[in-house]
C-alpha cells in the first residue's frame, strides 16, 4: 500500500546490567561480530581469492523428466581451457546421494527427473570457460511425461515415475474412535488448505572450494552437518570417511536449505580427478534456486469435530505433499507433519494420513518448520473456522482446549511442562495493552483491519527414536584459554556464542577466555545437524557435561592450592573463589598453568544422548517421541486493502518459552527473523512453476520481505526450566516462523471476514477471494 | 577488450587494465581480494554488493568496474580506521544485527550513507535508506535498532 | 570496445557513428543484469555516466526539461507527485542513484514506472542524433510496441520535457506490488491535471508498452469529477486496458485493478484540487 502504517522503530534498548557472575543469560555480542562488520570473515565464495585454480561447472537437465539417451563430452573437452568433462561413468563410489534414502544420482545415469539434475561435470581454468565447456555438452533426451502437480502425480493413468509408483510412502496417526466421535459431534468443521513451494533464499549462495592431496580430501563448503557430509561424499566416491575432512566456512544461513548435500560431491570429484589442485564452484541464484530442494507444497484436508462448548472430540487429517522428484529428507517431513497434526490441543480422537506424493518437481526436503508449519496453518485455521460455526471468541475457544501439563499431544506423547496457556494468555496480554485490545477500523473504506492469533507445539531435535547424540570437548588450551571444540555448525543463528557462554558460564570464565573451533571433521566431534531446533538442547548439553568433567578438574586443583574443599569453592569471573573466605582466590589462568604442570588433563569430553522411542507403525503413537516440547503464541494485526487485496501487517506479537535464554538477545533475533520469514510465507514467497520448470528463480521475482514489510515485532520471551535442557534451555529456531504464518492469516480473516486457505495471501490471491469467497 | 582503469579505491589509487565487461563486484572481489562486498542475486534486488560510488551507495554488481574510472570507490573493509570500529559497525555487534553476516557489509554501507546525510534521521528515512538491502535472518529488527544508535553516537 | 566520453555531445556522435553496434549504459540494470546471467554483451558499450552534462534539470517556459540521464534519486527530489512517487518507487536507493529515465524510456518496459508517471505527464521526448539534430515527439507517441520505440538505432534520448509544478495543478500515483519496496508493479497508474482542465491517466502491466488511457480520458475531459464520472471512468479504463496473464498476476485482477486504480488517482487529483483551494 502506498501509505504503510507502521509504529514508530523502538527504542534504542536500555544497557544490559551484567549480572555479578555467569554469562549464560547475557545477551553477549557475537565472538564473530568484529569480522563479520567488517568484511573480513570468509564464506565459501570468499576462499576462491587467492587460492582458486580450477573452475567447477555443472551441467542440469533440460527436461524436468526424460531418459538420457547419450551424453557427448568430446567438444565439451576440445574447448580451449576445459581440463576434464565427468560423467556418472567417471563416478569411483556408488553415485548416490540422499541425506534418508539413497535415491538421487549425483551425476545421472538414466533418467532425469526434474530440471536440477545433474548430468556432467566440466572442470576449467577460469568460470566463463568452465561454463563454455559446460554449453558443449550435448544432452539427448527422449522426453517423458512429466508430472508438475500432487494432482497429475495421483491421477489414475498417472505416469510412474517410479516403479512402485508415484505414492512414495506415507505416515498415519490413528487415536481414539475419529468417525464415532466426529458423528457425535455437535459441530463439524471441514476445510483443505494448500500450502506452496517456498524456497529457503538464504543470501548466501552455495560456494566452496576443495583439494585432494596426501591421500587426503578436503572440502571447505558450508552444509549444516559436517560429519554426514562426509559420510555422504565417502559413499558417493568411494572414499574411506578419514580420508575426508569437511571444514565449514562462515555461512550465511540455512533454514534447511543446506541439509541436503549441495556442491560437496561435485567438489570432490573434480577434486580427485585433478589432484593438488584447489577448486572452485559456486551456484548463481538461478541454479540454486533451480537445484535445490524447496519446502514441501501440501495439500492438507482436515476434519475437526467439537461439543457444543466448545472442546474438541475429533480430528480428520489428510495430507498430500508433493515430494518432488527424489526423496531428500521428505520422509521425515511427513513424520513431524503427522505428529504435529493437532498442534497444542487436546483431541482424544484423531485420525491422521500423510501421504508423499513423487512429481518432477524440485525435490522437497527440510525447511524451518519442516513439515510442523504446514501443519499448523491447518490446525489455526480450523481453530478460527470452528469458533466462527460456535460463535465463540477464537481466544477462549483456543484457551479451552490448549494442553496443561500432563496432557497428551497427537503422538500420546504426555507433555511434562506445557505451557502454551502462559503463551497465548502473554501474546494476548501484550495485544490488549494498546486500546484493550480493540481495533479502531481506518476512515477509508477500502481498508479493513483485522488481528489473528496462533498457538504452536514443536518436538525439538530428530525424535521418532531416530538416534540423536551430540558430542563435545572442552579443553584449555596453553594460553589458559578454553577451548570449546563442536561439529555443530554456525550458520548463523548464534551457535558459536551459545557453546561458548554455556562452557564460560559452567567454568567461571569470562567470554573472551573462550573461543570454540567448530565443524571441522577433522578437529571436532560430531554434534549432529544445525537443525530440528536441536543445537541448543543437544550441543549446549553436550557442552555443559565436558565442562562440567573439567570444572570437577579445576575446583580439585583449586583446593588444594587454596586449603579447602572443593564444595567450598565457586568458579566465577576468571576466579577460584573461597565461597565463604571473601580475598581468598586465585586466578583460573594460574589453576591451569599449575593443572597442566601437575598432570591434570584439563581437557573433557562428553555426549549428550537422551533418546526417544519411535513411534508405532499402526497408531503414530509414541510415549516419548520427541525429547521436549516448545511452545509458543503469536499475534498479528494486518491492514486489508478490499479493493486490491494487498494486506500490510501493521503489528507482532510472538511469545515463546524458550525454557532459558542463553543469549536472550540471540533468542529475539530468532524471534524476529523467523516471523519475517512467515510473514514472507503468508503474503508474497511462492516458487512457481510451469512443467517442472521454475518460473520465477531468481530474487526479482521470488520475492523475499523487505524492511518496509515487516513491522516492529514485540518479543515475549518466556523462561520455563526445562528439566533437561542446558540451565534449563530448550531453543527456538523454527517455532518462531510456524507460529507467524496462521497468525498472520488469522488476521486476514478477521479484517475481510473471509478465511483464506491457500498460500501464499497475495494481492491477487486476497481479491479474488473477497470476490468468490474463496481464494482458490 | 581491456579498459585502462583508473579510479580510487578505499582512499588508494588503482590502475589496472580490467576487461570491459568485468562488473565492479567482481573486480573488487577476484582482481583486489576485497572480498567483503558480496553478491547474492546479481540483479540489484538484495542490496549485499553496495559500496559507495563518490558517496552514493549502489549496487556494484551492476556496474561495470570501468565506470568506476575517474571515480571513488568505497567498501566495507574501509570502514573502519585500522583497529577502531565506525561507531555502525560497532553498534550492529552490540544490537546482534549481524546474524549470518552475509547481508551485513551492504546494509553497513546504506546506513553508513543515512548517517552521512542526515544528522537526525526520521523513522521513514531510516527505513527507506535500507529498503534496498534483503535480510533473510533479523527481521531487521536488530538492524534498525544498530542504525539508531549509531546515529544517536553519530550526533553526540 | 567499451566508450566513456566526457559529453553527451561525444556520446551521440559515437552512438551515430556505431548504430546498433553500441549500446548505452547507465545504471546497468538491464545490461549488466543479462551479463550476470552469462549472456556477453556481444556489442560496444556506450557508458553515459561520465557525461556531467546529461544531469541536468533546467527550467524553461512552464517547463521542466530533464537530461535522459536524470536520476530516479534526482526525480524524488521533485515536486511533482506522481513522478516523484513513480521514482521513489523504483527499486532500492541503490537503483534509484544509478537508474535513470532515459533507460526507463529506452528499456520500455511495459512496467516501467517512471514511464507511466511521465505518460500520465503528458511529456516529451527529444531524441537526437549527431547529424540530423534532435526531434520532440509526444510521449504516446514514443512507445510503439512490446519494448519496441520510436527510438532510432543511432539515436539516444537527450531530454524529457514535462510541465513545471506550477503548470500543473495536481498529479498522483498508485503502485500494486506484492511487497512493501522494491516492486515490479502488479499494475500502476498515474494522472495529472493541467491548468486547462485536461486529465491524463496512464497505466503500466497493463499492456504490450504503458499506456495511455485515451479513451478514460475524453470521458473526463471538461466534466467535474462527480462520484458517476469516476465510476464511469474506472469501468472505461478497465475496458480499455489489454492485459495478459503471467504468473506475475491474471488478466482479470489488472483489469479489475485498473477501475480501482483510475478511481483512486482521480480522486486523489480532486482531493488536491481542494486542498489547493482555499
Redesign the interface.
Known sequence: MNQPVRPDVPPSPTPYAAPPHGVVGQSCGRLDGATKTTGAIKYGADLFWGRAELFVKVVRSEHAHAEVKSIITSEARAVDQVMGVYTHNDMPGTNLQGLILRDHEVLTSGRVRYMGDAIALVVAESEATARLGADAVQVEYEPLPVIDSIESALAKDAYPLYKAGNIMGGKRIRKGNVDEALAGAAVVVTESFETQSVDHAFLDLEAGVACYQDDLLTIEAPGQWVHEERRLIALALGLEPEHIRIIQPATGGAFGGREDISIQIYLGLAALKHPGKTIAMRLDRAESVRARHKRHAMRIEYTLGAKSDGSLTAAKVTVYSDEGAYASTGPAVMRKAASHATGPYRVPNVSVDVYGVHTNNNPTGAMRGFGACQMAIAYEGMMDRLAIKLEMDRFDLRIKNLIQSGDEVTTGQHIQVATAVECAEAAMGKFREVNGGLLVQPDEAHLRRGFGMSVICFGLGYGDGFPDCARARVAFDDAGKAVVYTGGVDVGQGLINMVAQVAADELGLQLDNVRVVAADTALTDESGSSSATRQTYFTGNAVKLAAEEVKEELLDIAGAHLQLHPHEIELTSGFARAIHVPGKEIAIKELVAQGKKRGYKLDQQAQFKPGTLCEDFDTGQSPRSFVTYLFGAHVSQVLVDIETGEVKVERHIACHDVGKAINPQAVRGQITGGVAQGIGMALMEEVISKKGRILNGNFTDYILPTIKDVPHVECIVLENTDPGGPFGARGVGEPPLIGAVPAVLGAIQDATGTAPNILPCTPERVWRMLQDGTNA | ?T?HLECTINDAPVTRDIP??L?LLDFL??HL????????????????C?VH?DD????S????A??A??RSVC???A??ESTT?DPI??A?????A????????GL?M?GR?LLDRTAFPE?NH????????????????????AI??AA?ESKA | MFYRPDTFAAALRLKADHAAAIKPISGGTDLVVGLNRGQSLGVDVLDLTAAKDYRRIDHADGSLILSGGTTFAQLEQLDIACLARAAASVGGPQIRNRGTIAGNLATASPAGDGSVALLALDAEVELAHADRGTRWLRLIDYFEDYRQTALGDDELISHVRIPTPSALQASAWYKIGKRGAVNISLVCAAAARFLDGRICLAFGSVAPIPMRAVQTEKLLQGQPLTGALLHQAAQAASAEVKPIDDWRASADYRKAMCAVLARRVLEQLQTDDERQMP
Open positions: 577488450m579498459w570491459e565487461d562488473t572481489r577476484d581480494g576485497l572480498t567483503g562486498s558480496k553478491g547474492a542475486c546479481l540483479e540489484g534486488e538484495c542490496g549485499s553496495t560510488l552514493a551507495p549502489v549496487c554488481c551492476l556496474t561495470l570501468a565506470q574510472h575517474g567498501t566495507v573493509e570502514l573502519a570500529l559497525q560497532q550492529f555487534i552490540d544490537t546482534g549481524a546474524q549470518c553476516g552475509y547481508c551485513t557489509p553497513l546504506a550513507t523513522a531510516l527505513l527507506t535508506s535500507i529498503e534496498g538491502n534483503l535480510c533473510r535472518c533479523t527481521g531487521y529488527a536488530s538492524i534498525i535498532e539508531q544508535i544517536n
